[in-house]
């Protein structure tokens, strides 16, 4: 028999890290879900990445801020407000009503069949 051995990798901390704060990328490669170990320079980048999506949420979350102080933006609410029925569901798909299902009934007869079977 042929067997694979899966290659064992680790982490060694230097000083009091916490090992709470080790990257994604490396908790991925230490997982086995990346081949390559992440570089300096990847790392870099993707923190730099990471900081400008924190920048950008801020931003929204002022100009959203604002836009609600002016009036602009009604106040969102949390949590559902209307509870959908099977109506509403049913009416977003073409097909779907009631008259049409009845209209395939009829369609969808054997050939030999008669109305007046039905009766």
Same mark, same amino acid.
Not at 15 to 29: A, Q, S, Y
Not at 59 to 85: C, F, H, Q, S, Y
Not at 109 to 115: C, F, L, N, V
């Given at each position: 028999?042929?067997?694979?051995?899966?290659?064992?990798?680790?982490?060694?901390?230097?000083?009091?890290?916490?090992?709470?704060?080790?990257?994604?990328?490396?908790?991925?490669?230490?997982?086995? *879900?990346?081949?390559?170990?992440?570089?300096?320079? +990847?790392?870099? #980048?993707?923190? &730099?990445?990471?900081?400008? /999506? @924190? *920048?950008?949420?801020?931003?929204?979350?002022?100009? +959203?801020?604002? #836009?609600?102080? &002016?009036?602009?933006?009604? /106040? @969102?609410?949390?949590?559902?407000?209307?509870?959908?029925?099977?109506?509403?569901?049913?009416?977003?798909?073409?097909?779907?009503?009631?008259?049409?299902?009845?209209?395939?009934?009829?369609?969808?007869?054997?050939?030999?069949?008669?109305?007046?079977?039905?009766?």
């Amino acid at each position: 028999m042929h067997y694979t051995v899966k290659e064992k990798r680790w982490i060694e901390f230097k000083g009091d890290r916490d090992p709470t704060t080790v990257p994604v990328e490396w908790i991925c490669w230490l997982n086995g *879900q990346r081949k390559k170990a992440p570089t300096p320079e +990847e790392l870099a #980048e993707l923190e &730099a990445r990471r900081e400008r /999506v @924190k *920048q950008n949420v801020e931003l929204l979350k002022k100009k +959203e801020e604002e #836009e609600r102080r &002016a009036g602009v933006r009604p /106040v @969102k609410t949390i949590g559902k407000t209307d509870t959908p029925n099977l109506r509403s569901f049913t009416q977003q798909f073409p097909g779907t009503s009631e008259d049409k299902k009845k209209g395939l009934e009829k369609v969808s007869k054997p050939s030999g069949a008669t109305d007046a079977e039905d009766a």
